[in-house]
């Protein structure tokens, strides 16, 4: 419960016209016209309105009070953060030649009437290359030596050879590519001759195959974005866009490899025969870049140094988001050349000869360490001062950020940079992950937990709280630590589960959009390392997802349409069982709750509309590797401490 604040003047405007009107008789007897007409009356009321006034201001004090108090425990409110989506730079057509898309190449959205154009930039330089194809390898199934070389058919004018070995083709055979260049993330053409109709069977629109790259430690799904071939059985193109592809050795071949394996055709026709290849020649269409919402400044001058200390100077653009790599002041020493400068948070542990600067990220302001007089009549000087009369610059930092830039998908198609041999661009994913800068209300809910952790992970409150300060893309944190039970971490070790930010279309979220991205572990683990204690081992990991189904019928009370209350119950189940909006209190699906049947009936029977409920069942789905999904009927979920709840695909009936 929050202490209670006084009101330091509750007077209200008519508090204070009465209180006047009162003493009239006091000091004025003769004035007996108190009516609103009168015009002292009206004087009166004027000057209530400025007391007021000035009241209410008075009444702000504890306030200013209060985000003092914030500014002297060192918080400061939090930057936004920018939304990132892999854009495709499509090729006009293919090339002879590497194609460069720069760092830092700018796309943007289309510009409306009344809104400015929302620009994206590269994160990184990216080189189209032309795909050499140097090994083909088929494998056959559950064979010992299963693997054979095709590569002297695919050079062999107008020989045919089979890419599936078995006959018929069965599951986990597989065609294999090799290409000596490294085509992460690239759009791969592959033009494909082949005998008509030679592989019978399938449906063409949906063959039962799916196509995969080597990322280094496991076999990642390349999408199909474009199959003229029809499953191999016409002539044509297939496009595939790339994972990351690492070099791997099969068969003795070394080489960058992705694969054409048979799956499980499920309600599809599979192959009665191997169809028939007689070429394949492979191709660079495009390639995928990550982009940041975010606009990049190179080389800023900020002014040139007095030589005083605590010196500030201000940056054109803000808020700055988070800096990477590169992205510091520079400053011309005394031989002319440029040094670099650190930030740091504050200039506690700077020393004299520290080139050490902090910058607000939200106001932009750039300050260089002070000079305090000490006890004994000394100055010190908290970090380096810069040369008097020495030039000062930023080498480069981006601003932007905020949940604007979390476009929909197809959104991204204007090119502002000129690149030659690009024909188009696109995001077909939506950008995710911008966030607005924090406001003063967000930061009062975060000081008690500043002032108790002091920047020191002691109890698991600390740990979850100080991954939070971490990251914004944090949503939801669980310390785990031991406690003498079965799956407890050992001791000295700390585990971490970490449930990243996801913008969801509704309620709804794919369990797959949960994974912990590496860059983000990694940020948290930088973070935490200094703040953890010596003998503490720490490890952060994802929540194991456990998937569950609803499926139930109910009656709609009367004169309510059944669509709208199927709306009502399906919002709420997906609301209810999420690992950010779910449980009872509405603030995520609690770590390691049982879910229960009764839990799910008093969920659907509180929903405005439902009269009754006929029928529940609460199904848990399996979901493991390539494998098709399937659900396993259950009265109770038993979730483990490290676990949580998703919801998938809930079916309402009403009648």
Not at 431 to 444: M, Q, V
Not at 456 to 479: G, P, S
Request: hydrophobic share 35%; aromatic share 8%; charged share 25%.
């Amino acid at each position: 419960m929050a202490l209670p604040v006084p009101n330091l003047d509750d007077r209200t405007f008519q508090d204070l016209v009465d209180e006047a009107k009162r003493l009239i008789p006091r000091y004025c007897p003769e004035w007996t016209d108190h009516n609103v007409s009168d015009p002292g009356v009206t004087l009166i009321e004027l000057f209530a309105w400025m007391v007021e006034t000035l009241l209410f201001r008075l009444n702000q004090v504890p306030d200013l009070h209060y985000i003092k108090l914030m500014e002297l425990i060192g918080l400061r409110l939090h930057e936004p953060t920018a939304a990132q989506v892999p854009i495709t730079f499509w090729l006009t057509a293919p090339q002879n030649n590497d194609v460069i898309i720069p760092q830092g190449t700018e796309v943007a959205t289309e510009r409306r009437e009344g809104a400015e154009p929302i620009v994206f930039a590269a994160n990184d330089h990216f080189v189209v290359l032309t795909p050499t194809l140097v090994h083909c390898l088929s494998e056959k199934a559950g064979e010992t030596d299963r693997f054979k070389d095709q590569i002297a058919d695919l050079q062999a004018q107008g020989r045919v050879f089979y890419p599936f070995l078995s006959q018929p083709p069965q599951v986990g055979d597989a065609l294999y590519l090799g290409f000596s260049q490294k085509l992460t993330q690239h759009v791969l053409a592959l033009s494909i001759s082949c005998e008509t109709a030679g592989g019978a069977g399938v449906d063409p629109q949906r063959p039962p195959w799916i196509w995969e790259g080597w990322t280094g430690e496991t076999w990642e799904q390349a999408l199909v974005e474009f199959d003229e071939s029809g499953g191999f059985n016409n002539t044509g193109t297939l496009r595939l866009f790339l994972p990351h592809l690492e070099t791997r050795t099969l068969a003795s071949k070394s080489g960058y490899w992705v694969r054409c394996r048979l799956e499980e055709p499920g309600d599809r026709p599979a192959y009665g025969r191997s169809p028939g290849l007689i070429t394949v020649e492979a191709t660079s269409m495009g390639g995928t870049v990550v982009s940041t919402h975010a606009v990049r400044v190179e080389n800023e001058i900020l002014g040139r140094s007095d030589g005083s200390p605590g010196q500030i100077f201000q940056l054109r653009h803000f808020p700055v988001l988070h800096r990477r790599p590169g992205e510091t002041i520079l400053v011309l020493d005394d031989q002319e050349s440029w040094t670099e400068w650190t930030e740091v948070e504050d200039f506690g542990e700077s020393k004299a000869r520290d080139r050490h600067y902090t910058l607000d990220s939200v106001t932009g302001e750039i300050r260089f360490g002070p000079s305090l007089r000490q006890p004994d009549g000394d100055m010190r000087v908290y970090g380096a001062i810069p040369p008097r009369g020495k030039q000062v610059r930023f080498a480069g930092y981006r601003y932007g950020g905020g949940v604007i830039g979390n476009v929909q998908s197809g959104k991204l198609r204007v090119l502002k940079t000129s690149i030659p041999y690009i024909a188009r661009v696109q995001n077909r994913f939506p950008a995710l992950g911008g966030t607005d800068a924090e406001s003063i209300d967000l930061a009062k809910v975060r000081a008690p937990s500043i002032i108790r952790a002091r920047s020191r992970a002691v109890t698991a409150d600390d740990y979850e709280f100080l991954a939070k300060e971490a990251a914004r893309e944090v949503a939801r944190v669980r310390c785990i630590q031991p406690a003498g039970r079965e799956g407890d971490p050992s001791p000295g070790t700390v585990y971490l589960l970490v449930v990243p930010r996801v913008e969801a279309l509704g309620q709804e979220v794919n369990p797959d959009d949960l994974k912990l991205p590496q860059p983000l572990k990694q940020q948290i683990l930088d973070y935490l390392d200094s703040r953890r204690l010596l003998t503490v081992r720490l490890e952060i990991r994802e929540p194991e997802y456990v998937v569950v189904s609803i499926e139930t019928k109910v009656k709609a009370q009367p004169h309510l349409a059944p669509k709208r209350v199927e709306k009502l119950v399906t919002d709420r189940l997906y609301a209810y069982l999420n690992p950010f909006s779910g449980g009872e209190d509405n603030e995520g699906w609690p770590f390691g709750r049982d879910l229960y049947l009764s839990d799910v009936y008093s969920c659907v029977q509180q929903v405005g509309g439902v009269a009754y409920v006929e029928a529940l069942d609460v199904f848990e789905v399996i979901r493991s590797g390539k494998e098709k999904a399937r659900k396993q009927r259950t009265e109770r979920i038993t979730l483990p401490a490290n676990s949580l709840l998703v919801s998938y695909g809930h079916q309402v009936t009403v009648t």
